[in-house]
């Protein structure tokens, strides 16, 4: 067949245009056909970086009647070769070579009475497409005649006449037409008459164009919903970083001017924690006594200093009794009291005791800063115990107890 | 098998480089894409015959709603394996 691309055609074609060598391009095409069963055989698929992939499928054995004798026969399974074209090749194969090849396809059912017939019907058709379709409306009742005359010319000279410039309406022309013009002898007949049926439901494959208006301001809405659920993730992650420097803001602030402070004070109370709150409530009486006898970094000081008392003391004073400390360590980013439980007992679940051992550094259980030494606790033998019901009830109402305060 | 290992693989057998042997495989499918397009099959001596089939326009029904669509006739790229490969391979 003269619209075969040959071994031997290729090999030169490809010879000249890499600039090697007829010899090297047949070496290489041999190797790579070699190659290519090979990879089939061994591992069921390759993948052809440009053209696509080929793969091995498996047919599973089936029953089927010996159509002489009746007889059930079972067909045995076996494996055939599948060629998956790359999405781009496809593309551009069902796209932009329609109309070269598709004049090749129609020589071989070259009869001339049927595609008379044919042709009559594919007007029909079209004719009837045409009054439904939208876009198309006024080119296709044009467009058949030239068509027609010469599909029953058969001509070859179709080829040049046709350009490979395969615009959206002209291919759809052609295209219609050329359907019943394959050899769909009898269900053509069928298929006239279902058009007429319901002419409303057929749609021309076009209509794609209006959606491609105010796309503009949709785009702008998404960007600026994306932005604040990024703001508003970051601002999640980073809590305890931007309420440690409302904190020194505020501290920095009253020096400057006593009487503003409970003001700003009030419009930031709601993101600050607890212990600044105390400060806060300190302030009213400050302002009232006379100036500077005791500044806000004095009793920011004081209580920073009675805090710490209270930790070395709390050990001891704490709702559990632990037999020591294992360790004392800065959390780091990301952690959870869960997970040091985990990597220290072995078990999640005795995470409430960690709570339990830190309460008065960890105002907010959920809501840890980055660094925050951590004591872990050692435990007795009997905390650990969760069979023991005992121990399971402490550990549900220092779990429930951790929950309040993270809520709060 | 990725397209990696098939360049090492025919770089070996042949005896090419694998550079070499990449640019050779590019250019082959750049022509084997671009004689398609003319309207060209392409026979791989041993393995199969590229070519180019028309799918035909047809009426699709929904079946739930009954309502008929007609999907273009589209062209698409198929590969005809040899016979003997095709033998040889049903069994593995």
Same mark, same amino acid.
């Given at each position: 067949?003269?619209?075969?691309?040959?071994?031997?055609?290729?090999?030169?074609?490809? !010879?000249?245009?890499?600039?090697?060598?007829?010899?090297? !391009?047949?070496?290489?095409?041999?190797?790579?056909?070699?190659? %290519?069963?090979? +990879?089939?055989?061994?591992?069921?698929?390759?993948?052809?970086?440009?053209?696509?992939?080929?793969?091995? $499928?498996?047919?599973?054995?089936?029953?089927?009647?010996?159509?002489?004798?009746?007889?059930?026969?079972?067909?045995?399974?076996?494996?055939?070769?599948?060629?998956?074209?790359?999405?781009?090749?496809?593309?551009?194969?069902?796209?932009?070579?329609?109309?070269?090849?598709?004049? $090749?396809?129609?020589?071989?059912? +070259?009869?001339?009475?049927?595609?008379?017939? %044919?042709?009559?019907?594919?007007?029909?058709?079209?004719?009837?497409?045409?009054?439904?379709?939208?876009?198309?409306?006024?080119?296709?009742?044009?467009?058949?005649?030239?068509?027609?005359?010469?599909?029953?010319?058969?001509?070859?000279?179709?080829?040049?006449?046709?350009?490979?410039?395969?615009?959206?309406?002209? !291919?759809?022309?052609?295209?219609?037409?050329?359907?019943?013009?394959?050899?769909?002898?009898?269900?053509?007949?069928?298929?006239?008459?279902?058009?007429?049926?319901?002419?409303?439901?057929?749609?021309?494959?076009?209509?794609?164009?209006?959606?491609?208006?105010?796309?503009?301001?949709?785009?702008?809405?998404?960007?600026?919903?994306?932005? %604040?659920?990024?703001?508003?993730?970051?601002?999640?992650?980073?809590?305890?970083?931007?309420?440690?420097?409302?904190?020194?803001?505020?501290?920095?602030?009253?020096?400057?001017?006593?009487?503003?402070v409970p003001v700003a004070a009030d419009t930031t109370a709601a993101v600050i924690e607890p212990e600044q709150e105390i400060i806060e409530e300190a302030d009213p009486n400050i302002a009232s006594i006379p100036e500077g006898s005791i500044s806000q970094e004095q009793i920011l000081a004081e209580f920073l200093e009675a805090s710490k008392e209270d930790e070395e003391e709390e050990i001891t004073g704490l709702k559990e009794n632990y037999p020591g400390i294992i360790t004392i360590e800065p959390i780091h980013e990301g952690s959870r009291l869960t997970w040091m439980a985990k990597r220290y007992y072995g078990s999640k679940t005795y995470w409430p005791y960690i709570f339990d051992a830190n309460r008065d550094i960890l105002p907010n259980p959920s809501l840890i800063t980055v660094g925050t030494p951590i004591r872990v606790p050692q435990l007795s033998a009997a905390q650990r115990d969760t069979t023991n019901a005992q121990t399971r009830q402490r550990l549900e109402s220092l779990r429930r107890e951790a929950e309040e305060l993270s809520r709060n | 098998m990725l397209t990696k290992e098939l360049i090492g693989l025919t770089a070996e057998s042949s005896g090419l480089s694998k550079k070499g042997v990449e640019h050779l495989l590019t250019t082959l499918n750049a022509v084997v894409r671009e004689n398609l397009m003319a309207g060209k099959a392409i026979q791989l001596q041993g393995l199969g015959v590229l070519e180019i089939k028309e799918r035909k326009a047809r009426v699709i029904v929904h079946p739930k709603t009954g309502e008929r669509t007609l999907v273009p006739s589209k062209n698409q790229l198929i590969f005809r394996p040899v016979e003997n490969m095709k033998e040889e391979l049903k069994k593995i």
């Open positions: 067949m003269a619209d075969k691309m040959s071994w031997t055609e290729l090999r030169r074609t490809i !010879a000249a245009r890499a600039g090697v060598s007829e010899k090297e !391009a047949n070496a290489f095409l041999n190797a790579l056909q070699a190659q %290519l069963k090979e +990879a089939l055989k061994n591992d069921k698929q390759v993948k052809v970086n440009g053209l696509g992939t080929f793969r091995l $499928q498996a047919v599973a054995p089936r029953k089927s009647v010996n159509v002489s004798t009746g007889e059930e026969i079972i067909i045995e399974g076996y494996n055939k070769i599948v060629f998956a074209p790359e999405a781009g090749v496809r593309e551009l194969i069902e796209k932009g070579g329609e109309n070269i090849v598709l004049d $090749q396809n129609e020589q071989p059912s +070259a009869g001339a009475d049927p595609i008379q017939k %044919l042709g009559a019907q594919a007007e029909e058709i079209v004719g009837i497409l045409g009054e439904l379709g939208q876009s198309p409306k006024e080119e296709e009742p044009t467009e058949p005649t030239p068509t027609l005359p010469e599909k029953e010319e058969e001509s070859a000279a179709e080829e040049p006449e046709v350009p490979e410039v395969p615009m959206a309406d002209p !291919a759809e022309a052609f295209n219609e037409p050329e359907k019943p013009a394959e050899p769909v002898v009898e269900p053509a007949p069928v298929y006239t008459p279902s058009f007429v049926r319901e002419p409303e439901t057929v749609e021309e494959p076009a209509p794609q164009k209006p959606k491609k208006k105010s796309h503009f301001f949709r785009d702008v809405l998404i960007c600026l919903l994306v932005l %604040l659920l990024l703001l508003g993730i970051l601002y999640y992650f980073f809590r305890p970083q931007i309420n440690a420097k409302l904190e020194s803001l505020l501290t920095f602030w009253p020096k400057q001017t006593e009487e503003v | -």
